[in-house]
């Protein structure tokens, strides 16, 4: 299996801040990482796929970047409706397996 | 629009099986993979594994010897079970599409259900 170690697991910061989790695969994915937001009692949200791309109706401010094994996360200008847990994911090989997650708390 | 639905117990007693349905509305189950995931209490995400056009299908290793994943395209709807629960299974159960278009991201989940292994 692919293990997916993320990083922090916690992160404080403020309002307008900028941040970035990182997310490191125990051997090369390619760019076949997504990154997910989950807001308490909700449903995981897909936030980023292939690495650095965007689906419809996700604000410009987050973006990702890297390949092979090593991806960022990053948010610009933290937004009130930011502070959530973040999950990496990779879709290379099966099983599918995500990071242990990262929660984004308001300082 | 696509849109998930988890159904099932509540509730299941140990060494019982858990029994889960996923319904599909809004679109083809065609050339998607259909997976589940679940989420014990206060823990992160676990994938458990996927069927691809009601056919080929793929386990998390952890689980494999006690899961299976079944779909049925022309009742646009897809199953997970799980055999030999313990209090270990208690989770919430999702599902969520994976999109080859995508690079086989998980763009659509449902609500998530939650289920509980206990007599």
């Known amino acids: 299996d692919i293990q997916m170690t993320q990083s922090p697991s916690s992160l404080s910061a403020s309002v307008g801040d900028r941040v970035t989790i990182t997310c490191r695969a125990s051997?090369?994915?390619?760019?076949?990482l997504n990154w997910y937001q989950q807001k308490p009692g909700r449903a995981p949200k897909l936030l980023i796929y292939?690495?650095?791309s965007l689906p419809g109706g996700v604000p410009s401010r987050f973006s990702g970047r890297g390949s092979g094994t090593d991806f960022s996360l990053t948010i610009n200008s933290l937004q009130p409706e930011d502070f959530a847990s973040y999950y990496c994911?990779?879709?290379?090989?099966?099983?599918?397996?995500f990071g242990q997650g990262t929660k984004l708390e308001i300082k | 629009q696509v849109q998930l639905q988890e159904a099932g117990p509540g509730l299941v007693r140990p060494s019982e099986t858990l029994s889960l349905t996923c319904s599909v509305s809004g679109g083809s189950m065609t050339s998607y993979y259909w997976t589940w995931i679940r989420q014990s209490p206060g823990k992160g995400l676990e994938w458990i594994g996927y069927i691809y056009n009601s056919g080929a299908t793929n386990y998390s290793p952890s689980l494999k010897s006690r899961v299976t994943i079944s779909g049925d395209t022309s009742k646009n709807h897809f199953s997970l079970t799980l055999r030999y629960v313990t209090a270990a299974d208690t989770a919430i159960y999702y599902c969520?599409?994976?999109?080859?278009?995508?690079?086989?991201?998980?763009?659509?989940w449902g609500q998530g259900t939650m289920v509980t292994v206990s007599s």
């Open positions: 969520a599409r994976g999109d080859t278009g995508l690079l086989d991201a998980l763009d659509i």
């Open positions: 292939a690495a650095s």
């Open positions: 994911q990779q879709s290379y090989s099966p099983p599918h397996t």
């Open positions: 051997q090369s994915i390619s760019t076949f």
